[in-house]
């Protein structure tokens, strides 16, 4: 079954899906889209040196992004304003890395394929580490879950209570460089931060519980795995973008439910 | 040692500004201390130093082992990003059996709340239901900061009789952060003067009378009045005597 690489393109795209969801709904409580961005962005310039030094993308992306998201988290912390910070190292990684990138020479980098995703060409190699790493970050937050959910609603709270919150801003970048290193290959750097936030928003109007949020996006965010992927296979589109595409009408729908049942948010 | 949490020469600087400057402090079992001072006088600051929130820069903060605290901060809002009920936020960080949720939020005179979401609540039912948290796992100290900030004065006074009225059934300390003088004044056994540093503590009464409170709030009654009109712009609430007197 794993054979036909359409089953294997869907496969991905769930997978994508699932591991996106525990860390998107935190990246919308927390807001930290921009966050997302920058950390996502840098995933370029981790391909980039991964094929210099001929190590595998996934190490190169996950170094890199979280060398990145710490850095940032670094930066903030010491006064910065959070919002000039991250719009610095959302370019800059995104430049920066397009210049590596300039440097390889030689058909092996395909620039595009990064960018925006690349599912066709799904390996089995890359099936393991999408499921893999979608476990792993599920496992992370599932176990930090409580604690996560304390320190976003109060850090003093939750401090209070024995909880770190310094330690658990740490979970989630830790979750955060895992994704985009996963995600790469599905949606592309420019998309990865959609894949984490479009979900999570499209479930917010729904759901009554932080478990009920979780829920929901995860479920978005399969049907738009699967839909973005038909309609790619249906109508000759870019896969990850559509995936995206398909993630947004999600939303659109949700929130427009949201206001009919008189959800909060309408 | 004897006190529920103690701190020794704690300092505390934000950026470059040293907030709080060799503070000492000590909390017996049972014990109300109330904390007064001018804004910025980092009492806030103190409270956050003493659960653990903030690091010192110097000095130490000891916590007896095991102490069961509960914390009241002072102005969070949810935005409402998060759904999020009121029975869930009492399961946070550990959960709790219902039975034990409906008893603290009907202690905290928010019974009719669980269902509800956090975004949705008035300032003092939040309030209550950050005091109905605070209560669970049988608190050995109440820490509230500004617990009344938002609320109106009926609901101040409801508020502060619930405070008393819930130490003297469980027997823990409070200690708060406050602008009711008639708090300070009736229901504290201590209250403590900041301004960076300790600038005096003792009984209520004493401390009202210490040269260093009046220097920050003004002499005698009137120093409690001119604490108490500093917070409240809304002179015509005052009966006209009261101003007089101040004047």
Redesign the interface.
Known sequence: MLDDFLVRAALAAVGAALAAAPLG?FV??R?MAYFGDATSHAAILGVALALALSIPVFAGTLVVALLVAFGVARLTGR?YAADMVLGVAAHAALATGLVAASFLSGPRLNLEAYLFGDILAVSKMDLAVIWGGGASVAALIGWRW??L??S????????????KPERERVTLMLALAVVVAVALKVVGALLIAALLIIPAAAA?PL????E??LAGAATVGVIAALGGLWAAWSFDTPAGPSIVCAAAITFGISALAGRLVGG??G | MSGLIEARGLTLRH?RREVLRDVDFSIEPGEIVTVVGPNGSGKSTLL?AL???LKPSRGKVTRQRGLR???V?QG?R?D??????VA??L?????VEAAACAKVLDEAGAGDLAGR?M??LSGGQFQRVLLA?ALLNDPQIL?LDEPTTGLDQPGQASFYRQIEALRDRMGCAVLMVSHELHVVMSASDRVICLNGHVCCEGHPEVVAQAEEYRALFGTGTQGALALYRHEHTHRHDHAPGETCDAG
């Open positions: 709904v919308v409580w807001r006064g409580q604690a959910l304390l976003t609603l109060s850090p003093d709270l939750a401090a209070a209570s024995g909880v917010r759901s009554r519980t932080p009920g949020m909060r948010n | 950026g956050r659960i653990g929130a605290l509960g914390y901060p969070l949810l409402g990003s998060m759904p999020m009920t869930r936020f399961n946070l960080p550990s959960r979401q975004a949705d948290r820490i």
